[in-house]
């Protein structure tokens, strides 16, 4: 990571350049790199940290935060959340904490960078696979995706961790360390720890083979959705006509349903879910009081229902 340059690119410099900044390497990393560009360069940078207080460090790392911000007269946005475990654990409460927060802060300026590189997009889509994704789900993170009425922009997906490690080095960045990444109670801790290093032993830069397939599967996604749309495109809203899915095959039949409920951005309903769907509003006579609901562990995205009325199936968000 030696030419920093191509990082202008990824943003929009007549809007604020807010960096989600925890102070791990990761993070400094780009936060020292955008300081560093915006030397030579117009931009207004800012910087937001979340304390989650979910480690007894946790006030020495804002202040940590704080010092490294205040040394090279960086605005920095603190909160301080308390996390209530729900769904599918800390983790995931966590994130949603803290892209809320992020959101609020941004309002409508634009957008916020998070330091995601390719071992993340790996070990992400390792955990997916290991709890039956899609093929959607192997598609990786997204190098932007909107996040309110602004942006989220993963600006270092073209890098590895140890390019960033390397990078900190050189500059002599003071980084923080959570010591409970280097545990295995977590899922997402063993894949990083142990199946990634274990298999990288193999296969070398797997990171980077793993992200290859993933851009790949990207690209041919968008062109079959494009293909899809424009085939099925009628078809595809929160009301869809009971005769015009029942005419088309089960395959398709639930890639309209998988389009219908994206489209509203509802939480995608499991597989089980997905058949009672088919076999309620389907394959049986529905009627008024036909209803199939379902929601999201993690509370990620919210859930969603589907009614029946007039000869159609109409979808709604919880």
């Not at 809320?100 to 071992?119: K, P, R, Y």
């Not at 192997?138 to 490690?165: A, D, H, T, W, Y």
């Not at 890639?255 to 389907?282: G, H, W, Y």
């Not at 529905?286 to 999201?296: A, F, L, M, N, Y």
């Amino acid at each position: 990571m030696q030419d920093i340059s191509p990082l202008l690119s990824k943003v929009n410099l007549n809007k604020k350049v807010f960096i989600a900044y925890s102070g791990g390497v990761d993070s400094t990393v780009l936060l020292h790199a955008f300081y560093e560009l915006s030397k030579v360069n117009k931009i207004n940078l800012e910087a937001i940290h979340v304390n989650h207080n979910l480690n007894t460090q946790s006030k020495l790392w804002e202040a940590h935060c704080k010092n490294f911000c205040n040394k090279r007269a960086i605005k920095l946005h603190t909160a301080s959340v308390k996390i209530t475990k729900k769904g599918s654990g800390m983790e995931s409460a966590a994130r949603n904490e803290r892209y809320q927060i992020f959101q609020n802060i941004i309002s409508n300026e634009g957008q916020v960078l998070t330091a995601h590189h390719q071992d993340d997009v790996a070990e992400t889509i390792l955990f997916r696979l290991f709890r039956g994704t899609g093929i959607d789900g192997i598609r990786g993170l997204q190098e932007k995706r909107k996040l309110g009425n602004g942006v989220l922009i993963r600006p270092l997906l073209s890098f590895n961790k140890k390019e960033l490690e390397e990078y900190a080095t050189l500059n002599k960045l003071e980084c923080i360390e959570d010591l409970s990444n280097h545990t295995n109670e977590q899922d997402r801790n063993f894949i990083r720890n142990e199946l990634l290093p274990l298999i990288d032993s193999r296969w070398k830069k797997v990171a980077n083979r793993i992200n290859t397939t993933a851009s790949s599967i990207d690209t041919k996604l968008g062109i079959f959705n494009d293909l899809f749309y424009s085939t099925y495109g009628s078809l595809i809203s929160d009301s869809i006509p009971i005769d015009g899915i029942r005419a088309v095959e089960r395959e398709v039949a639930v890639e309209i349903l998988r389009a219908s409920i994206r489209k509203n951005d509802i939480a995608m309903p499991s597989r089980k879910v997905i058949e009672e769907i088919l076999k309620t509003f389907l394959l049986s006579r529905p009627g008024p009081k036909s209803i199939v609901s379902w929601s999201r562990s993690d509370k990620d995205q919210p859930g969603g229902y589907i009614t029946y009325k007039n000869k159609t199936i109409h979808i709604h968000k919880s």
